[in-house]
């Protein structure tokens, strides 16, 4: 099992963090990991984007260019990246955010409205969570309880009281990704 993994958006979307969980959960399952982040100047509000490398065997190179799956929380990721997702991978879209189609038409897309799944949960910044549940709903590249787990790890001590609506965005994201794995249409 080889996932490499490429999470782009905004800075203050959380994109780091959560390619972080992510690298953590893969740790917690003892499996072989890389996790590279990479930001513009402007932090909050710029680019950024990280990728995850999740393997059985020792990774050979950290970094991502040639993602098997593209998490875009906006438009300007999606645009970015979208040709480097491998041909027959996997292309998750912020729909919330995300106005334009997906070119390739020999990627497997689902577009979920994360951030609107995210206010109704009633924290608009699990959003990237809700993405990230959608990854492992499909891959199952690692346990959705194994990135509850992280979150004790990335998450500061004062904000362990927001792992119970974490959970809960990386449940729903989970719940959306396994329906598409079995044949569901895109989510939105």
Not at 97 to 109: G, H, I, M, P, S
Request: one cysteine or more; proline letters at 6%; charged letters at 20%.
């Amino acid at each position: 099992m080889l996932e490499e993994i490429l999470i782009a958006g905004f800075g203050g979307q959380g994109i780091l963090s959560t390619g972080q969980l992510l690298a953590y959960a893969a740790m917690e399952e003892n499996k072989h990991v890389a996790w590279i982040p990479s930001y513009g100047p402007e932090m909050r509000g710029g680019t950024a984007n990280c990728g995850v490398t999740i393997s059985d065997r020792p990774i050979s190179s950290p970094l991502v260019t040639e993602p098997t799956c593209l998490i875009a929380m906006n438009g300007p990721s999606l645009g970015k990246f979208e040709d480097c997702v491998v041909p027959g991978g996997l292309i998750l879209l912020n729909s919330s955010l995300v106005k334009t189609r997906v070119k390739r038409a020999d990627a497997r897309v689902l577009a979920i409205p994360a951030n609107d799944i995210a206010e109704e949960i009633g924290n608009s910044k699990v959003a990237g969570n809700v993405m990230l549940g959608a990854y492992l709903g499909i891959s199952g590249a690692v346990a959705v309880d194994s990135v509850v787990k992280a979150l004790a790890k990335v998450l500061p001590p004062r904000r362990h009281k927001l792992i119970p609506v974490n959970r809960q965005a990386l449940e729903r994201g989970a719940s959306l990704g396994e329906e598409f794995r079995r044949g569901g249409a895109a989510v939105g």
